[in-house]
């Protein structure tokens, strides 16, 4: 079983970057793969971009490629969010997840431990 912990969530300008991380317990943590999800009032949970186990292989949403990175520190149990020229669209509840296994799965249906979420909010 593993626990996640989001932070670094904030309130920045269009155009602005900000490095969301997220802290996870447990001995198996380089078992699992790693997404992070966003949530925008009134929407669906949809997923950002995925890390698997290894690092190896990455998944990104159309909607940030480009101008997002994920990676992962097996050694610090942490997975981070890089977040380059941010837009109001992005504005949402950031969600990191976790399942045991090595599939870079989009669907959220596929991850079972979720953190409580840090909220980005991007002005325009």
């Known amino acids: 079983q593993v626990q996640l912990v989001e932070s670094g969530g904030g309130l920045v300008q269009a155009g602005d970057s900000l490095r969301l991380s997220c802290a996870a317990s447990?001995?198996?943590?380089?078992?699992?793969?790693l997404g992070w999800f966003r949530q925008a009032p009134g929407k669906e949970r949809e997923v950002v971009c995925v890390?698997?186990?290894?690092?190896?292989?990455?998944y990104y949403a159309d909607s940030v490629k480009g101008r997002f990175t994920i990676s992962r520190d097996n050694a610090k149990n942490t997975v981070y969010l890089q977040m380059n020229s941010l837009k109001p669209e992005d504005t949402a509840v950031y969600y990191c997840?976790?399942?045991?296994?090595?599939?870079?799965?989009?669907?959220?249906?596929?991850?079972?431990?979720w953190g409580q979420g840090t909220q980005v909010t991007v002005s325009s």
């Open positions: 997840a976790a399942y045991w296994g090595g599939q870079a799965y989009s669907s959220r249906h596929y991850y079972d431990y």
């Open positions: 890390i698997t186990w290894s690092g190896t292989t990455t």
């Open positions: 447990g001995r198996t943590f380089s078992s699992y793969t």
